[in-house]
């Protein structure tokens, strides 16, 4: 029997080494970063593995006593969604690093304005309520706002960078096989990337004027930041997709986004609403924003109200905390949803990007 002719090289290729390609390729040809450096250093290094292994494999295959092999068909996409996004947690993280590092670029002062923003934002709150209109009826109302601002702003910034964030990529979309819920779920990090430096300022605040914590503390501010977490990325994946197809996407949100400091109670207080509503405001209570918004100011309002905190309290909904939890187990539903959506309108996505 006449040997079989050997296989030409093949072109070697692995998961690991499509993150770190993707991960090269999105810092660009011309960055001479330190990080852009090591990402192609280690891009090489496992080329070079797979070359040396591909290279064994090819003069294997002359041997007659090989055992054949039988192996299922895989896809060159991942086809894991967001679980396949966390897997790749260095391609990740590296988008995540590009965007705050583009933000910043060319700016004297870099992160720190991440903390300039929000102080001078809270010092505009300040005078606007408290010195100028005098809203004394809501203890420490410029926390109360402040609160709202984080939880407003966490979403707002995940909806409408998550929105464009697949046609911003679309030349990584094009060329590297990655999953594509990972440019939203970046923008989402992004964001909460900022959240850090506005509640340092907040806490560091409500620390200087007294702060009386309990255990729910925690409890809340986590529901709080969940429920915008799943609710953001849900809305980001939906709205990312329908963007490739319709451009108009993207300013629909923009309105949308305008709409939501006036959906929770944050220039407001809660107690106005069931006052003006009466038994609708239950429903005012469905929008998982305004339950968000709710829990921050019950982990970091509340407990700075300090001899105010009884009257405080019927700023406050009752069984908040049940809330929360429903809100949050909603929006992973959602999230969940937004997914299965996603997956089933993302193969054209590569060619309406062209």
Known sequence: MSQAPAPE?????????????AAAAAFGEDDVSPEARAARKAARKVRQ??????????????????????APLVPPAATQGLLEVFRRRY???????????????GSFLGLLWSYINPASQFLIYYFLHVLLLGRHATPNFAVHVFCGLVVVHFFTETFNAGTRSIVR???????????????????MLVSLFHVGPQLLILFGLILIEGFNPDPFVPLALLLGLGIIMCLGTALALIFS??????????????????????????????????????????YYLWNPLASAVLLVQRAIWYPATGDEQKDALKEL???????????????????????WLFRRLEDRIPERLN
């Open 241 to 282: 997709v329908a963007n490739v197809y319709f451009r108009d996407f993207q300013s629909v949100v923009s309105i949308l986004t305008n709409l939501v400091r006036f959906s929770v109670p944050m220039i407001y207080p809660y107690s106005l609403v069931p006052e003006r509503f009466g038994p609708a405001a239950q």
């Open 91 to 105: 391609l990740l993280k590296l988008l995540v690093r590009r965007e705050v590092n583009a933000r910043y670029s």
């Open 9 to 21: 090289k093949p072109a070697v290729t692995s998961p690991e080494l499509e993150e770190l390609e």
């Open 169 to 187: 990529n679309k030349s990584l979309v094009r060329k590297v096989a990655v999953p594509k819920e990972m440019f939203p779920v970046a923008s």
């Open 317 to 339: 909904p009752h069984r908040l905390i049940e809330l929360g939890t429903i809100m949050l187990l909603l929006s992973i539903v959602t999230l969940f949803f937004a997914q």
């Open 49 to 70: 593995r797979l070359e040396i292994r591909a290279e064994r494999e090819r003069r294997a295959y002359l041997d007659p006593n090989r055992p054949l092999v039988q």
